[in-house]
């Protein structure tokens, strides 16, 4: 059945928006897109700026209970990761579906309706798998499945606690032991979630870092890939000893090992990419490599500020996401990106409205494996993300593209459809907290 939605104003494109947008939207996509002065009866009237769905290109679902116990204190990215392996150890199948709806549901309700889920707790806590090697990741999927939110799941591999160390402690369960038995696990999942089916899920593979995962088994992940024509995602560069290790074992960044392996292209993303060598940004550019900025951890975990803009002239591709999930708000990612530019260079306009709302929307669908989204026209996925623009952050703001990224927060998300389908309101997000309050208590607890 078709439905029809008359959106106040809508960007469809461009540097500007456009008044008086009627779409009609048929089996989850856009069938016609013009321009109506008067919203007929028979629509639904989205009031309001109206973008399309937003892509969260880097997510660790379990991340979410670390929000408001990590931030205290002093320490590392180091110090963190200890905190952040006490949730990891205590999660059952059961329980991180329990958290990742929950965490899905809020993104929902900020606009994001694409999720890329770098998941790597894939085995029992003391490393057996599961009686289905897969039950962590298929819990994962149908988190999104119920929550309405599309995901693609980028299995990770990760062998290694360090260039040359076996994994320890609760790295057992992210393991499966070599890149051949990873392969058969990861071909069994994205057997069972491909096909007209599941148009909503696609299977992507991750390198976890290149200190996980040893240089002589990088390509068995690029070549698992690259016979799906899958997305691949490889934390780079985040830590400055990520570095000095890798350079120390092969003489090569970690940059130049992803690119001597072949793992560096146009279907791969290059999450942080924070401490980067000119040569670094060459390669990466080069490549058309896409980079993934997660602004909102990186100045939360104190990991510095990448390169956004130099790899940008190198050719490489902008995408955002919301990593830790310190923060759920794809907005805060946009102009932080802007933000941490003009700290780092002491002077302001590196990046357009245009540009940011590119990263967030078209680009990140397509890094995700989802090319047919992320735009509102003939034929793409319907998804819509409605704006307040008259609340205290956008009132007076003129509603066009400066109010979205630069006034707007997940708090002005007034209506998100996803797949032509309603799926969350404003009046949602008091829910949505009760239910995170409930399962991330559960979680306390275990862990």
């Not at 013009?34 to 937003?54: C, F, K, N, Q, S």
């Not at 990590?70 to 990891?88: K, L, P």
């Not at 059961?94 to 309700?109: G, P, Q, S, V």
């Not at 798998?129 to 693609?152: K, Q």
Request: hydrophobic share 40%; proline share 4%.
């Amino acid at each position: 059945m078709s439905r029809s939605y008359w959106l106040e104003r809508a960007w469809l494109g461009g540097p500007s928006v456009t008044s008086g947008v009627l779409v009609t939207v048929d089996a989850g996509r856009f069938t016609r897109v013009e321009t109506v002065a008067r919203a007929p009866d028979y629509t639904h009237r989205l009031a309001g700026l109206t973008i399309p769905g937003l892509a969260n290109c880097h997510s660790h679902a379990f991340h979410r209970a670390l929000r408001g116990r990590t931030q205290a204190g002093g320490g590392s990215f180091w110090t963190w990761r200890e905190q952040m392996y006490g949730v990891a150890g205590a999660l059952d199948p059961e329980t991180y579906y329990d958290l990742a709806l929950a965490t899905y549901r809020e993104m929902l309700a900020s606009g994001i309706t694409c999720v890329g889920e770098f998941h790597y707790l894939h085995h029992q806590p003391d490393g057996t798998p599961y009686n289905d090697p897969n039950e962590m990741g298929l819990a994962l999927v149908s988190a999104a499945r119920d929550a309405g939110i599309r995901i693609t799941l980028l299995d990770t591999c990760y062998l290694a606690s360090g260039i040359g160390q076996a994994p320890e402690g609760v790295q057992v369960r992210y393991s499966d032991g070599d890149v051949e038995r990873w392969q058969q696990r990861a071909a069994a999942l994205a057997s069972a979630q491909s096909g007209p089916d599941v148009p909503d899920v696609v299977v992507g593979a991750a390198i976890h870092s290149v200190r996980a995962v040893p240089r002589e088994q990088v390509k068995g992940v690029v070549t698992w890939a690259e016979e799906r024509r899958a997305p691949l995602h490889v934390h780079l560069s985040e830590q400055p000893a990520e570095n000095e290790s890798c350079l120390a074992a092969y003489g090569l960044s970690p940059t130049a090992v992803l690119d001597a392996e072949g793992a560096l292209g146009a279907r791969t993303s290059a999450v942080h990419a924070t401490h980067l060598s000119e040569p670094d940004i060459e390669l990466l550019g080069q490549s058309s490599t896409r980079v993934t900025f997660c602004p909102t951890t990186e100045r939360d975990l104190g990991d510095g500020i990448g390169p956004s803009r130099s790899l940008h002239r190198a050719g490489a591709r902008l995408t955002l996401g919301t990593d830790s999930h310190a923060v759920i708000d794809m907005f805060e990612e946009m102009r932080a990106v802007e933000m941490d530019e003009r700290l780092a260079s002491r002077r302001r306009g590196h990046w357009s409205a245009e540009e940011l709302l590119v990263a967030a929307t078209r680009s990140g669908h397509e890094s995700l494996g989802f090319a047919d989204a992320g735009r509102i026209e003939t034929g793409g996925r319907a998804d819509l993300v409605t704006l307040d623009t008259s609340s205290v952050r956008t009132a007076g703001t003129g509603a066009d593209l400066a109010a979205v990224v630069f006034a707007a927060t997940a708090s002005d998300v007034t209506s998100v459809v996803a797949g032509g389908r309603q799926v969350a309101t404003g009046e949602d997000r008091a829910e949505v907290g009760r239910e995170l309050d409930r399962v991330l208590q559960r979680v306390k607890e275990r862990s």
